[in-house]
């Protein structure tokens, strides 16, 4: 008889619900509040364009990690049911909420020591993590254990590239990824910064260009530097569709690569980059 394990991540992977389900992920949400209401709201639960519309008409969005209560009322069921679990966390070095789903899973271990736990940091973000998921649904559908994916996806982190570009240096300047002086400057002279998720997890930018297609194409350039043969390719984007699809085609027409998955930069994330934000995700020799 197979192994039984459930796998969980939390919304900042932005693969929506009902794809996690068919790919049999379950999904712990993060939240979110526009600071002229104070409403807490979880990801998923207003339509993804209304809250990008919401940001554009100048509404300013704060994000809330997973608590630990929230990892004991998913996990313990789970664990009491008779199942092990892993877990897939958003990047630490964005977000406590990995180290919020340790804490619980490790506390959670004594109480059920016949059962397994793991908890993999990611250090991935938005569709960078969905991408992640998505090997671990593969590698265990295809017989590994829970260990045995573990292991795998553990020696994965580090070849999860991602690599995006923002529309509005506004939203970084909030979260402190660029000074004020930089925001004012790019924005008067259309500079697009080019960034990408360092070793770290953390968001670090690479290089600027002048234009919105430049920086597109150079994003397009850093897949075709680095990808490894057979990888999926994910792209996310913030309200950006046509972007998106000018992307996919670079892709397949100037390197031969099919995109796998076109999705939303959810809630939490777009907070924190704003609309227009283009982001691209593969398997690559480095990050």
Same mark, same amino acid.
């Given at each position: ?31 979110? $509040? ?8 979880? %990801?998923? !639960? !207003? ?60 506390? $959670? ?31 265990? %559908? ?8 573990? %292991? ?13 570009? +923002? ?21 008067? $002279?259309? +500079?697009?910064?080019?960034?990408? +998720? ?26 075709? !530097? ?62």
């Amino acid at each position: 008889m197979a192994e039984k394990y459930v796998l969980i991540t939390d919304s900042a992977c932005d693969i929506l619900p009902e794809t996690l389900a068919e790919w049999d992920v379950r999904m712990i949400p993060l939240a979110f $509040l526009f600071t002229d209401t104070g409403k807490e709201q979880k %990801d998923h !639960e !207003e339509p993804i364009k209304d809250f990008y519309k919401a940001m554009r008409d100048g509404r300013i969005a704060k994000t809330s990690c997973v608590n630990e209560d929230a990892f004991v009322e998913i996990f313990t069921p789970i664990l009491e049911a008779g199942n092990d679990l892993l877990y897939l966390a958003f990047s630490s070095g964005l977000s406590a909420t990995c180290e919020n789903g340790k804490k619980v899973a490790a506390s $959670l271990a004594k109480k059920f020591p016949e059962r397994k736990i793991r908890v993999i940091d990611s250090l991935a973000a938005s569709a960078g993590q969905g991408l992640f998921v998505y090997l671990a649904a593969k590698n265990r %559908d295809a017989g590994m254990t829970l260990e045995e994916n573990a %292991d795998a996806l553990e020696k994965d982190v580090l070849h999860i590239c991602h690599w995006f570009t +923002v529309d509005d240096l506004v939203y970084l300047k909030r979260g402190g990824r660029v000074s004020a002086a930089t925001a004012l400057l790019g924005t008067a $002279l259309n +500079v697009k910064p080019v960034l990408h +998720v360092d070793n770290e997890g953390h968001l670090i930018k690479i290089t600027q260009v002048h234009g919105r297609k430049k920086s597109i194409r150079k994003m397009a350039e850093k897949l075709g !530097e680095t990808i490894l043969p057979d990888s999926p390719v994910f792209i996310s984007h913030g309200d950006c569709i046509e972007d998106a699809e000018m992307l996919k085609d670079i892709l397949k027409n100037e390197y031969g690569k099919d995109v796998d998955l076109i999705t939303y930069v959810g809630s939490v994330i777009g907070a924190h980059s704003g609309p227009g934000t283009l982001a691209l995700f593969f398997r690559g020799t480095e990050r």
